[in-house]
């Protein structure tokens, strides 16, 4: 079954971290680029990641240049998340990108940011 | 960033009627390579988007024939037919062509 599942979210602390992960099965993951998008509660769609592979092509949202970082495994995708604010507040959905176009996305990760 | 402008941002609709959405990018959506990279999703409440149309007008497997996609350059629209009830929810349009990729804000179809 091709499918995306993340796993990882929770409620921590402004100025802490956390790491999303989301395991990817039912095809050949190392084929497709990967993305994270981002949707704060009421709120629309915000793209936020994006990895290719290990050695080079990421890229970043300016929100979140510097504080995130996006990295990938054999099946997994990865979002290590540094130095959170309030305004991270949000479930956390990977993506698969074929082509320029996000086609299967996960059930969503939650992430609240809160003291 | 390129902006993604959509209207209306809430459109009542009655079912088995049609419905229409626009979608304006700040600038041109042609990529280099000549392919127009706009796609359109739709999520319903508590669900994961679920894409609908790429490259303008090209349906998704699975995806009814009563949607279509259209336009070119800047101006772009997706059209239901004839809306069912499981057509309701968020409608967004989405563009590739340039990191970052960017979203319009949402345009919500409810049953009148």
């Known amino acids: 079954q091709v499918q995306l599942v993340e796993s990882g979210g929770g409620v921590v602390q402004p100025g802490g971290s956390l790491t999303l992960s989301c395991a990817a099965s039912g095809f050949t993951f190392s084929s497709f680029g990967m993305h994270w998008v981002r949707q704060a509660p009421g709120r629309g769609l915000e793209w936020v990641a994006f990895?290719?592979?290990?050695?080079?092509n990421k890229d970043y949202a300016d929100s979140v240049k510097g504080r995130f970082t996006v990295s990938r495994d054999k099946n997994t995708l990865y979002l290590q998340m540094n130095r959170l604010r309030a305004d991270d507040t949000a479930v956390y959905y990977c993506a698969r990108d074929i082509n320029y176009v996000v086609d299967l996305w996960g059930q969503g990760a939650l992430v609240t940011v809160s003291s | 960033e390129i902006v993604m402008t959509q209207t209306p941002l809430s459109s009542p609709v009655t079912l088995g009627q049609p419905a229409s959405i626009s979608c304006r990018s700040g600038q041109s959506l042609v990529h280099s390579d000549g392919n127009t990279y706009l796609s359109w999703y739709h999520q319903r409440p508590g669900q994961p988007p679920r894409l609908l149309l790429y490259k303008v007008s090209n349906r998704f497997s699975g995806v009814p024939d009563r949607f279509s996609g259209s336009g070119a350059g800047t101006d772009f629209t997706l059209k239901i037919s004839r809306v069912e009830a499981e057509d309701v929810g968020v409608y967004y349009c989405m563009q590739a062509t340039q990191m970052p990729w960017t979203f319009g804000q949402g345009t919500k179809v409810e049953v009148k």
């Open positions: 990895i290719w592979d290990e050695v080079s």
